[in-house]
Each structure stands twice: as C-alpha cells, then as structure tokens.
C-alpha cells in the first residue's frame, strides 16, 4: 500500500496580550472559512504592493477569526501597533528560523489553499460523480 505524503502543517502563531488584553493567549492561523470570510471584508493579496497598509492590518486581523471569532478589526489593529510595533514589528520580529512573522503570517494565510488540489499520490478518489 502506498502512503499518501503528509504535507507540512504551518504552525500557528502563539502570544500573550499585554495591556487592555492583559492574560489572554492569542492564536493566530487560517482555514479555509476565515481566508473566505477575510477575502469577503476586502483582502485582496494582489494589492498588497499598491495598499500594504490596508491589507497587512486585514490580514492580520482575519488570522485571528479561527481562534477568536469576535474579535474586531479595531482590537486586532490595536494589538498590531501597541505589542507588534505595527507593520514594522511584524517584518522585523523572526522566528528560530530567520523568518519574519509577515512571511509566517503569508504561510498561514497560503495554508488552505494546499487543501483545495489532492496530492498526486492520493489514492482516495473523489466521492462524487459529476457529468459535464
């Protein structure tokens, strides 16, 4: 029997709040709902040259909504600037790795859509037949 290749799975990102979130854990990680639900409120990874500024912060707030759902962009923008230093701090804070968490927030954000196209090596076809 052939094994199906495990893929890699992005690893959330894991923090602390300070000030108004004083002893809260934030876990930050897409899935295909959110990416849907990021996508509908105006992420547009396309115009991420011509509107950083918009859609970093969009981003970075639609990481949030698989873990906590209601915070809002407010909170989340808050939480950016006051413990992240804003766009700055997530291009200049890196992992063990080397990578920045703007990159591992690209990962996280890039993760679902691995889902969408079946492994070369997958031995499970689709369960429905479709004619066209």
Not at 49 to 74: C, K, N, V
């Amino acid at each position: 029997m052939r094994m199906s290749k495990a893929k890699e799975k992005v690893r959330p990102i894991v923090f602390k709040g300070e000030g108004d979130f004083e002893g809260r854990e934030f876990t930050l990680d897409f899935t295909r709902k959110t990416v849907v639900k990021t996508e509908r409120a105006g992420l547009n990874v396309n115009a991420m040259d011509s509107q950083p500024m918009t859609m970093i912060y969009l981003m970075f707030w639609g990481a949030f909504l698989s873990h906590h759902p209601r915070m809002t962009q407010e909170q989340t923008d808050k939480i950016l600037d006051e413990q992240f230093g804003g766009i700055e701090g997530l291009s200049s804070i890196k992992n063990a790795d080397g990578e920045t968490l703007i990159e591992h927030l690209g990962k996280l954000y890039a993760a679902p859509f691995s889902t969408l196209a079946p492994d070369e090596e997958e031995e499970n076809p689709p369960k429905v037949a479709v004619q066209f």
